[in-house]
């Protein structure tokens, strides 16, 4: 039995749908070989029809690398390497943002698998944008400008206090993880440790500040890249059937979930995957 998948691209800079294979079951060696490497030069890779448990699909995250546990967000009963993000009127989704996801640790995740287990009948869909093809875009003078520099990442700008005051056990999870993730700094502009490529590794979601610069050169700076790195010429655009699952490059790539649906209820389960600290590295 071929065990070559097929690698079918959704667009020029990002994104590619992957078939010929079922991920319920453990990968060979082979298998996961062409499925890393399509995520490498793809940044964010499709598959349909992938029926899978919590348990399996912790297993195929840690063939990528150990796995992250979210400090706020709930986990699958006995999973907690797995996040459930069970959005609805009672509990709107938060992360209609563009974000890298959790860029407030030292070393933020390398990637993440997300499975889709409840749709709603429309609506839900998730961008993703390449902060590769952004930094490429960008004059070479401001490319230089930008590769010297540092930015603050703050876990509060995404996760503010006043959303977790419901009860004093979730505003005392939430006080617990901000004590655990003070605000720190990561490069502007990131080597991608394996390709080598030069993204843009600020984000909406919890980049704060530019560091070495004045507070309003920070302010139109950050807003220019936060517009930037979105055009749509960076981006795929990934319409949900039940069961697809999607594997993406959390160190090159933002990401964007519609929260166009409510009052329809959307479930969907994410593994982290652990990473390492960013750096430049001149090319």
Do not use: C
């Not at 039995?1 to 097929?6: C, G, H, K, P, Q």
């Not at 490497?37 to 029809?49: G, K, M, N, S, T």
């Not at 930008?146 to 703050?154: F, K, N, R, V």
């Amino acid at each position: 039995m071929s065990e070559r998948l097929t690698i079918t691209p959704l667009g020029p800079y990002i994104g590619a749908q992957i078939s010929g294979i079922d991920v319920s079951r453990p990968l060979s060696d082979n298998q996961f070989e062409q499925l890393y490497h399509a995520l490498l030069r793809h940044q964010v890779i499709f598959l349909r029809e992938q029926v899978i448990s919590p348990q399996q699909q912790r297993a195929l995250a840690l063939r990528f690398g150990d796995l992250h546990i979210h400090p706020v967000y709930p986990h699958a009963e006995g999973v907690e390497e797995i996040i459930v993000l069970d959005t609805h009127n009672d509990n709107p989704p938060d992360n209609d943002n563009w974000h890298t996801d959790v860029t407030f640790i030292d070393t933020p995740p390398a990637g993440a698998i997300l499975a889709a287990k409840a749709l709603p009948t429309t609506g839900g869909d998730t961008l993703w944008t390449s902060g590769i093809a952004a930094f490429d875009a960008l004059s070479e003078p401001l490319q230089r400008l930008l590769s010297g520099l540092q930015a603050e990442h703050d876990f509060r700008k995404s996760f503010p206090e006043y959303k977790y005051l419901k009860t004093d056990a979730e505003h005392q999870r939430w006080l617990e993880a901000v004590e655990k993730n003070p605000p720190l700094l990561h490069p502007v502009v990131r080597t991608h440790p394996v390709s080598g490529r030069q993204a843009l590794f600020v984000n909406e979601g919890f980049t704060t500040r530019i560091v070495d610069l004045t507070q309003k050169e920070s302010d139109t700076l950050l807003s220019f890249l936060f517009a930037h790195i979105t055009k749509p010429e960076f981006q795929v655009r990934w319409r949900w059937q039940p069961n697809d699952l999607a594997i993406w490059d959390n160190r090159v790539t933002q990401h964007y979930a519609n929260a166009d649906y409510l009052p329809q209820r959307r479930i969907m389960h994410r593994a982290t995957i652990l990473g390492d600290k960013p750096f430049y590295r001149a090319g």
